[in-house]
T-cell receptor
Framework: AQKVTQAQTEISVVEKEDVTLDCVYE???????LFWYKQPPSGELVFLIR??????QNEISGRYSWNFQKSTSSFNFTITASQVVDSAVYFC???????????FGKGITLSVRP | GAGVSQSPSNKVTEKGKDVELRCDPI?????LYWYRQSLGQGLEFLIY????????KSGLPSDRFSAERTGGSVSTLTIQRTQQEDSAVYLC????????????????FGPGTRLTVL
């Protein structure tokens, strides 16, 4: 079984600040997949990114970047120059080939103040 | 194309009543998942359907919960004799290929059904 830990529960920043959301995962499988989802106040979970365990490159998409570190079992998410619209709950999740479900962390509530 | 849709969006019921929640996955997606999101438990997996394979029911919390998927498309989650602890948002997701297809594909979620048991 896998486990996903999001130690931060709530983060509040002022607009234009950079913010990093932490995610630590545990799994015994050598092949696994890591995800970030955003849940805005409307409630619908929005897929942001998937990372495979065998792809160690980091990724940048606009103001979003993800840092995958196998050595520390972390998959952190950074928002650069945060905006009010980034306010949401962010979930990190994991999936392995051993089962069919996504295991989610508890989520981090990000508030971006104008 | 259309995303995952769920109905109803809100459901209020009395303790002891049965409820049915519906999910329409994205067309062509062979895998369908049900999750539950509640304040105390976060996001929990309930059940998974993939093609014609037997569903993975390992996340269903009790035998009052059941789900079916007809014709490989629409799914219904049924909760019998509802209890107050069943109050939560029930989320459905679908993906293009589940385990059988090799590389895992991301799950796309519906807007959820908010269930309130009085």
């Amino acid at each position: 079984a896998q486990k996903v830990t999001q130690a931060q529960t709530e983060i509040s920043v002022v607009e234009k600040e950079d913010v990093t959301l932490d995610c630590v995962y545990e799994t015994r499988d050598t092949t696994y997949y890591l995800f970030w989802y955003k849940q805005p106040p409307s409630g619908e979970l929005v897929f942001l990114i998937r990372r495979n365990s065998f792809d160690e490159q980091n990724e940048i998409s606009g103001r979003y970047s993800w840092n995958f570190q196998k050595s520390t079992s972390s998959f952190n998410f950074t928002i650069t120059a945060s905006q009010v619209v980034d306010s949401a709950v962010y979930f990190c999740a994991a999936h392995t080939g051993a089962n069919s479900k996504l295991t989610f962390g508890k989520g981090i509530t990000l508030s971006v103040r104008p | 194309g259309a995303g995952v849709s769920q109905s109803p969006s809100n459901k209020v019921t009395e303790k002891g009543k049965d409820v049915e929640l519906r999910c329409d996955p994205i067309s062509g997606h062979t895998a369908l998942y049900w999750y539950r999101q509640s304040l105390g438990q976060g996001l929990e997996f309930l059940i998974y359907f993939q093609g014609n394979s037997a569903p993975d029911k390992s996340g269903l919390p009790s035998d009052r919960f059941s789900a079916e998927r007809t014709g490989g498309s629409v799914s219904t989650l049924t909760i019998q004799r509802t209890q107050q602890e069943d109050s939560a948002v029930y989320l459905c997701a679908s993906s293009l290929v589940g385990l059988a297809g090799g590389e895992y594909n991301e799950q796309f979620f519906g807007p959820g059904t908010r269930l309130t048991v009085l």
